[in-house]
C-alpha cells in the first residue's frame, strides 16, 4: 500500500548564498500567527494591541532558549551521549524544541515585560489573548517535523501512514516503510483546541469566568492530546516507570490545569472584565 503522506525529500531550500531551513520558517510562521491572533484578541478586550507585539520581543526568545533548554534536558543522550555531539543542541533548525520549556520561559519572558512596563491589561489578560494563537503556533510548528522527518510515530499500515526513509527510520525499525504521523495528529488536534479555547467563553460563561481560565484551559487541552500522541512515538526518550517522561511531565501539567480551573471556579467572578472571547 502506497502512503498517502509522502516525507518531503528536502528539509531546506538554498537562496543564492542563504539556507533557509522549513523547520526554523515553520516555527516563524507560528510565531507570526501567534502574534497577529493575540493582538486582535487583546484589542478586543480594551488593550492596546502594542502591548502585545512588544510584551512579544521578551517572550520570543526567552520561548525558544527554553524549549531548546527542555529538549535538550529530557534527551540528553542525543547530544552527550555515545556518537552524541555537543555542538548539536545549538543547532535548532534540526528540530527539537520541548513546549513546556518554550511555553514557561516565553511566559516568563513576558511577565518580566508587564511587571517592568506600563500595560492597558494585565498579564493574565495578555495569557488569555495569545492562548489560542499559541495553540495554532504550535500546530503550524509540527509541519516542520515533517520536513524533517521526526518524531514519527509506531510503524502502521493505515492509508494515512507516513513514509519515512530509511536513514531517518530508528534502529530496529529499518525494514518498516510507513509510521504514524504523529506530527499531523498533533497539528489537528492543536487546531482543535483553538477552536474551543475561542468559542468556549461566548458559550459557557460559567466555565470560564476569571483572567488566566482561557490559558489553564489551553494547557489542559492540548497536554490532554500530547498523553496519546506521545504514547504512540518512538523517537528516543528517557522513561520512568515504563512511560516516556513527557507523558509524566503532561500528568503533573493536566493535574495543576485542573486544580487551577477548580480553584478558579470556586472564587467566581474576580472582577466585571470578563476573559478574552
Not at 103 to 130: M, V
Request: positive net charge; proline residues 5%.
Amino acid at each position: 500500500m502506497y502512503a498517502l503522506i509522502p516525507s518531503p525529500s528536502s528539509s531546506q531550500i538554498s537562496i543564492g548564498p542563504a539556507t533557509l531551513h522549513y523547520y526554523a520558517l515553520c516555527i516563524i510562521a507560528g510565531i507570526s500567527v501567534a502574534i497577529w491572533l493575540g493582538r486582535k484578541r487583546y484589542a478586543a478586550n480594551g488593550g492596546s494591541a502594542d502591548d502585545v507585539s512588544e510584551a512579544a520581543i521578551w517572550a520570543v526568545p526567552f520561548g525558544i532558549i527554553g524549549g531548546r533548554i527542555y529538549h535538550v534536558i529530557t534527551s540528553p543522550q542525543q547530544y552527550f551521549g555515545s556518537g552524541g555531539n555537543p555542538v548539536d543542541a545549538l543547532r535548532i533548525w534540526q528540530g527539537g524544541l520541548g513546549i513546556w520549556g518554550a511555553i514557561s520561559l516565553g511566559a516568563f519572558g513576558a511577565y518580566i515585560y508587564f511587571r517592568t512596563h506600563e500595560t492597558t491589561l494585565n498579564f493574565p489578560h495578555f495569557l488569555d489573548a495569545l492562548a489560542p494563537g499559541v495553540v495554532i503556533a504550535q500546530a503550524i510548528g509540527r509541519v516542520g517535523n515533517w520536513f524533517n522527518q521526526e518524531v514519527f510515530g509506531k510503524p502502521t499500515s493505515l492509508p494515512w501512514g507516513l513514509e519515512i526513509d530509511l536513514a531517518n527510520r530508528p534502529d530496529g525499525y529499518e525494514k518498516f516503510l510507513t509510521f504514524h504521523p504523529t506530527f499531523l495528529y498533533e497539528a489537528i488536534w492543536c487546531l482543535l483546541v483553538a477552536y474551543l479555547l475561542i468559542k468556549l467563553p461566548i458559550f459557557f460563561r460559567k466555565i470560564v469566568k476569571n483572567q488566566g481560565d482561557v490559558f489553564a484551559l489551553y494547557v489542559c487541552g492540548y497536554t490532554l492530546g500530547r498523553v496519546w500522541i506521545e504514547a504512540i512515538r518512538i523517537d528516543d526518550a528517557n522513561y520512568i516507570l515504563g512511560l516516556r517522561l513527557n507523558i509524566w511531565v503532561s500528568f503533573i501539567v493536566i493535574a495543576s490545569s485542573v486544580i487551577y480551573l477548580i480553584r478558579s471556579n470556586r472564587r467566581g467572578y474576580l472582577s466585571n472584565t470578563q476573559p478574552a472571547s
